[in-house]
């Protein structure tokens, strides 16, 4: 819940360009952490009554069930924190979007009229809830108006962007929190990969052995299943020079994310993801074709764990009845998102192109295929051959590319993210 | 005969490559942010050990 004005009362809602928590009533504005809320006061009166012998019972409780914890769970809370501590907690209201399932905390006063994630304007406020405080955040750097403009500028500039699109009308621009965990590990791994070096003749197979150990540190997950994954990877890197302690004071104005991939998945995607990277980094390092791992070895140690909200800006415009979201990276101000192109346009400047290459192409062949049948070598033959096979190559990338840019459109549109939410809800 | 020849070459050659330039151009100009995902600085300390050969098994194995 806001912080009100120790002045006047009113609301108080946190400015990226200041890092203050600022009143719009009376103009004051105060550091997060100058502002004491009623929960810490609460908080305070309840340690001083503890002090004083007043909850003695609650006291042996907590002492005898403490007793009861077996090794294995305390161990767990080496890494993971004691999860039912209420200094784990704060609270907070949730709103859930009849149309996509999304459950969003508002940390605000003002009414909230559409779903972040589909644009639906069927939300249904459902309860104040107590939320899992994250141990870090990064507060938002980025303004509402910087954010919206940045969106703009970059679709501006886009050659195949049709006009509509390039003057768009926002429907709404939301600043949310995304949960992440973060992880710290260190991971051992070995592989053996076999592929093919040489040409021709020469081309033979040979073995590769790479070994290597890595230190990660504070390795992002997203904790949120709404969210696609592809979209909260486009939006990283975020700069952990900013990471703060919690404190809900940030979050005054904006959503969050509800977190609801569990803490143990998190560890779990984080090696997953750790040794995607060092397989990466090991593949690249080997100089051939038909790579195949043939044996694999992994030794991790998961060191922490730690829960962090980071701030994205959500865009949110319509073309054709289509809602469309782009993110901006609420502490970077990096864009990520793609839009629908011009399809007229496209073909029009493919087929030019295309004619003008067809000719010179053409005129240059013709003169060189009288050369090429008079002599009777077969590099001849090779040449054209390879000359076609580049041809198709390169065409086969390109549809890749297209492809790519397709998903990403779909990506940017609420309906793919409405189908990825459903299938991951197991519905579809 | 060599007409046919020079428009056996150079189409698929023109297409391919036109098909690769206007994808780059609809990439840069639709598609914003890169797809690369987690970017992770290895400089900081992967210590890689490699080994080649044109026989299994290796010395570390």
Redesign the interface.
Same mark, same amino acid.
């Given at each position: 819940m806001t912080e009100t004005c120790p002045n006047c009362a009113a609301p108080l809602l946190f400015n990226p360009s200041n890092g203050m928590l600022d009143c719009k009533m009376c103009g004051s504005s105060f550091k997060p952490e100058e502002i004491k809320g009623a929960e810490e006061l609460n908080q305070a009166k309840a340690d001083e009554y503890k002090l004083i012998g007043l909850d003695e019972t609650e006291n042996t409780e907590s002492i005898e069930s403490e007793n009861l914890k077996t090794e294995a769970e305390l161990q767990g809370e080496k890494i993971y924190g004691d999860p039912d501590s209420e200094e784990n907690f704060y609270d907070s209201s949730v709103y859930i979007c009849n149309q996509c399932g999304a459950e969003i905390a508002v940390n605000t006063t003002e009414a909230s009229t559409a779903c972040i994630y589909c644009g639906c304007p069927n939300i249904v406020f459902d309860r104040v809830s107590r939320m899992r405080k994250p141990t870090y955040i990064i507060p938002f750097k980025v303004t509402k108006e910087e954010a919206e403009e940045k969106v703009r500028s970059?679709v501006k500039?886009?050659?195949?962007?049709p006009k509509e699109i390039k003057n768009f009308s926002t429907d709404c621009v939301r600043g949310i929190y995304i949960p992440y965990w973060l992880t710290d590990l260190n991971m051992d791994l070995?592989m053996?990969v076999k592929g093919r070096v040489g040409s021709g003749k020469s081309s033979?197979?040979?073995?590769?052995?790479?070994?290597?150990?890595?230190?990660?540190?504070k390795?992002?997950n997203d904790a949120s299943v709404t969210l696609a994954d592809?979209s909260s990877?486009?939006?990283?890197?975020y700069d952990f020079e900013d990471l703060a302690n919690f404190d809900k004071n940030y979050l005054a104005g904006f959503y969050s994310d509800i977190a609801d991939v569990e803490k143990v998945d998190g560890e779990r995607l984080a090696v997953d993801?750790a040794r995607e990277?060092?397989q990466e980094?090991?593949m690249n390092?080997i100089k051939a074709s038909n790579k195949q791992i043939i044996?694999q070895d992994m030794k991790r140690t998961v060191n922490n764990v730690e829960s962090a909200m980071l701030p994205a800006w959500f865009v949110t415009f319509s073309y054709k009845g289509t809602p469309h979201t782009?993110?901006v990276n609420g502490q970077t101000g990096?864009?990520?998102? +793609?839009?629908?192109?011009n399809k007229g346009l496209?073909i029009g400047?493919?087929a030019a192109?295309?004619a003008v290459?067809?000719v010179a192409?053409?005129?240059?062949?013709?003169l060189w295929?009288?050369a090429m049948f008079g002599s009777k070598s077969s590099d001849s033959g090779k040449l054209?051959a390879m000359?076609?096979a580049?041809?198709?190559?390169?065409?086969i +990338?390109?549809?890749?590319?297209?492809t790519?840019?397709m998903s +990403?459109?779909k990506l940017t549109q609420s309906q793919s993210m409405f189908g990825y939410v459903k299938k991951r809800q197991g519905d579809l | 005969m060599?007409?046919f020849?020079?428009?056996l070459?150079?189409?698929?050659?023109?297409?391919?490559?036109?098909?690769?330039?206007?994808?780059?151009?609809?990439?840069k100009?639709?598609?914003?942010?890169?797809?690369q995902?987690?970017?992770?600085d290895?400089s900081?300390?992967?210590?890689?050990?490699?080994?080649?050969?044109?026989?299994?098994p290796?010395s570390?194995?």
């Open positions: 970059i500039k886009g050659f195949f962007i070995s053996e033979h197979t040979e073995y590769f052995y790479r070994a290597g150990k890595c230190d990660f540190h390795l992002t592809m990877a486009k939006l990283e890197p993801k990277l060092m980094q090991f390092s044996t782009i993110l990096k864009v990520s998102g +793609a839009v629908p192109w496209f400047i493919f192109i295309c290459f067809f192409f053409t005129l240059i062949t013709e295929v009288p054209v000359i076609i580049g041809g198709i190559a390169l065409l +990338a390109g549809i890749r590319k297209i790519k840019v +990403a459109i | 060599q007409v020849f020079a428009i070459i150079a189409a698929p050659v023109a297409v391919g490559l036109t098909c690769f330039i206007c994808a780059g151009m609809l990439k100009s639709n598609d914003f942010g890169d797809s995902g987690t970017v992770y290895f900081r300390g992967i210590d890689m050990y490699a080994e080649e050969k044109s026989r299994r290796f570390r194995m």
